[in-house]
């Protein structure tokens, strides 16, 4: 048994005992997918930047970003 298998079997162990990885980077990432577009509801994380909310609502709907996200406040005005 290499030292990779032994580390892996410590992190097993530990996550067991720890009753699983509850916040996991993956779970946070979902929890933070707040920005929804109003007309066809694909989300994108929080911290999402102003001009790629520009490129979808005009790629995908034409439309502008008041129409698609009302209400929107970007975290980062740049």
Partial sequence: MGNGAKAQMKRERNSKNAGGNK????EVNK??????????????????????LEEHCENKHG?????CFPGFEPIHKK
């Fill in 23 to 26: 916040n996991s980077q993956l």
């Fill in 31 to 52: 929890k933070a997918m707040n920005v929804i577009c109003q007309v066809c509801r694909t989300s994108f994380l929080c911290t999402i930047s102003i001009k790629a």
């Fill in 63 to 67: 439309k502008s970003v008041k129409e």
